[in-house]
């Protein structure tokens, strides 16, 4: 009888748990972020003048405030404000009218889309605005750049730029969503000048990283470095030949190294310039031996310049080492940071400073 009382008990327990299952983990989470997030859009979505923007626990970015004349808004110039919520990291924009009311607004950027599906964001601060036509359809158009800082992950505590079009249609602005990835995508968010050269302009940097073959390369306007191009044995990859070149946007020369076999198509390509804006100077290019591995590294010396946070014009140099492996190659991450690289490097200088740290004694 008491068994059967216990099987009863046990049965009813386990009916309960299927008609009342317990939350999990996952989905308490769930219910905190979505609440967080509705807690968020409701902030937002009540600011409607100046002052309501603080009481919502928004900071106003003044530096980046402007005064704006918009064909479709009419002829009142009006404040373009950026806000940025700097609990979760979200940037907004505002446009209001002489007496501080809020014409349109939107936080449907593409600098809030870093960590998709976050409500937490790395937007910083904005790095540059401009005010242009840039679909020719005669409405001035925004372009907007942003900081950003990711505060985990491999690339913890290093600024990056983000772009975005804001296009203006009859009272209000739209984006693409396809031009702000592409933007982002293939580099080409490191300035106003480049983000104008791309969508007025038509011109693209997306063939450095679709391309091919090296004709295709050329063929979109990729100019070889011809001092620095020649043809070396890899030990896992065979005969290829070395082919640095740039593709001009704007005013600046973006920089590529591609390795490309006898058969013209690329088989690997290095970015060394990274988020600088231009490529200043070339020093100079090594295929040898780095670490001791006995296979071929390539190791790259050049200056790059980009602009400061007050507008200036900075040069940096850089030293880019790509150690060759069984499948393709790694980028050094340990010699950067024992080593800062001046203008008196030399690619020789280098070479023997990065063999000692590998820990080599003689030269070969």
Not at 126 to 148: H, K, P
Not at 204 to 214: D, F, G, H, P, Q
Request: with cysteine; charged share 25%.
């Amino acid at each position: 009888m008491r068994k059967g009382f216990i099987a009863l008990a046990a049965g009813a327990c386990l009916c309960s748990l299927l008609l009342f299952p317990m939350h999990t983990a996952a989905e308490d989470s769930l219910e905190v972020l979505i609440h967080q997030y509705q807690e968020y859009e409701g902030r937002f979505a009540a600011i409607d003048n100046i002052e309501s923007i603080e009481q919502n626990g928004f900071t106003i970015i003044a530096n980046q405030s402007f005064p704006v004349l918009l064909e479709s808004f009419g002829e009142e110039e009006l404040t373009f404000l950026p806000i940025l919520d700097e609990e979760y990291g979200r940037l907004a924009i505002l446009l209001t009218d002489a007496d501080g009311n809020v014409l349109f607004k939107t936080n449907r950027l593409e600098t809030n889309n870093r960590f998709l599906g976050e409500l937490q964001q790395p937007t910083k601060g904005i790095a540059a605005v401009s005010f242009q036509d840039l679909n020719e359809d005669g409405f001035t158009d925004i372009v907007l750049i942003t900081n950003c800082e990711n505060s985990t992950g491999e690339y913890a505590g290093k600024t990056y730029k983000v772009g975005d079009v804001l296009f203006q249609k009859d009272g209000t602005f739209y984006r693409d969503w396809r031009i702000s990835d592409k933007i982002n995508r293939f580099s080409m968010n490191k300035s106003i000048d480049f983000i104008t050269a791309y969508v007025r302009d038509g011109n693209s940097t997306e063939v450095l990283y679709t391309a091919a073959t090296l004709d295709e390369l050329l063929d979109k306007g990729f100019h070889v470095i011809e001092e620095q191009c020649y043809n070396r044995r890899f030990e896992k990859q065979g005969l290829l030949r070395v082919v640095p070149g740039v593709i001009q946007m704007a005013e600046y020369d973006v920089f590529m190294i591609y390795l490309v076999n006898e058969q013209g198509y690329i088989v690997w390509s290095f970015q060394p310039m990274e988020d600088y804006d231009n490529l200043y100077a070339l020093k100079g290019m090594t295929c040898r031996d780095m670490d001791g591995d006995g296979m071929k590294d390539l190791v790259v010396l050049a200056r790059y310049s980009y602009t400061g946070s007050e507008g200036e014009l900075l040069i940096d140099t850089r030293c880019s080492i790509y150690y060759q492996r069984t499948d393709g190659f790694d980028v050094d991450t340990e010699f950067e940071k024992v080593h800062q690289c001046t203008e008196e490097d030399t690619v020789g200088g280098l070479v023997e400073l990065i063999r000692e740290y590998w820990g080599w004694t003689i030269e070969e």
